[in-house]
């Protein structure tokens, strides 16, 4: 009788000792855990301390490990992204590396969507002459203006920002040009989901200021290398096609402005049969460096 109770005392001392142990290597396993995860777990470490919650963190850093292996698989992808053309100190665009086609010209449309920005990108679409489209906020303050946006977006043409309210950067002061800058991000990447790569200023003025914004904001600044959309003697199709396709200013890499306006949309389809009747293709802006 007396050996029967050691036993059965033995083995609930046993027992216990053996559920201490446990708590001691959980203990182990949450201190190990929130030092590999500081940053993460300093904010509710009361909360981790408190509740014996612990697996999730471990199995996130399980998790952790996962994407680098998928990264390593994903990476081919990111190769045929990789920028092929950047812009040079004349606006143009010109082959990052040697052997890329350098007989291509850039097509842009500013002050988009005021009227025909939507017809022009269906009519670049059937002829499968990719383009940007800079747009102001003023433009996109009402449901119809931002589906034609989402589906300018759609249609796989890039949106650059031209300002909300298209001023000359150089008249406003520098928390006015932050305002026209980001709030038209803000706006474009609600309606198409993502932020502009591109940024023109209203008029070509740029700053300063605006220069460095644009710049750690992540887009591209340009201006253009010609256009003729907006001078009197260009305001019918027949003018504006011919000009376009003949000026002396055409060359490898040309960035070509054009607008959102009647006679550019009505010139369009001869612009770019012109174009390429004399060689040229058209740069696919996906495929222009960016700042980092
Ligand atoms: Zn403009």
């Known amino acids: 009788m007396i050996k ?4 059965t005392l033995l083995l609930g001392i046993l027992l216990i000792l053996g559920a201490c142990n446990d708590t001691m ?12 995860n500081t940053e993460e777990t300093s904010t509710d470490q009361t909360k981790k301390e408190s509740e014996v919650e612990e697996e999730p963190s471990v199995t996130e850093e399980n998790d ?8 390593i698989e994903e990476e081919p992808v990111q190769k045929i992204t990789e920028p092929l053309y950047k812009i040079d100190d004349n606006w143009s665009v010109v082959p990052i590396e040697e052997g890329t086609d ?35 906020g003023h433009f996109l ?24 309210t298209h001023p000359n950067l150089s008249d406003i002061d520098e928390s006015e040009q932050k305002e026209e800058i980001l709030s038209l991000n803000d706006l474009i990447e609600d309606v198409v989901g993502e932020r502009p790569k591109f940024f023109r200023a209203p008029f070509g003025v740029n700053t ?7 710049k750690s904001e992540g887009m591209l600044l340009m201006n253009w290398s010609f256009g003729y959309d907006w001078e009197k003697d260009y305001q ?34 001869d612009i770019v049969k012109g174009l390429r009747d004399k060689g040229y293709e058209f740069v696919d802006p996906m495929t222009l460096q960016v700042p980092e």
């Open 4 to 7: 029967k109770s050691i036993y």
């Open 25 to 36: 290597n959980d203990d182990d396993e949450v201190a190990e855990s929130e030092d590999a």
């Open 64 to 71: 952790d490990n996962k994407p680098d292996q998928e990264n």
């Open 102 to 136: 350098e007989n291509v010209v850039l097509i842009t449309i500013d002050d988009a969507p005021e009227k025909y920005a939507l017809e022009m990108a269906q009519t670049l679409k059937e002829l499968e002459a990719p383009a940007i489209f800079f747009v102001n």
């Open 141 to 164: 303050e009402t449901d119809e203006k931002k589906e034609q946006l989402r589906q300018i977006h759609e249609m796989g043409f890039a949106i650059g920002n031209h300002t909300y």
């Open 208 to 214: 300063d200021f605006s220069k460095e914004l644009v």
């Open 236 to 269: 019918s199709a027949d003018a504006l096609a011919d000009k376009m396709v003949n000026t002396e200013y055409l060359t490898d890499g040309a960035n070509l402005l054009m607008h959102d306006r009647e006679w550019t949309a009505a010139a369009l389809e």
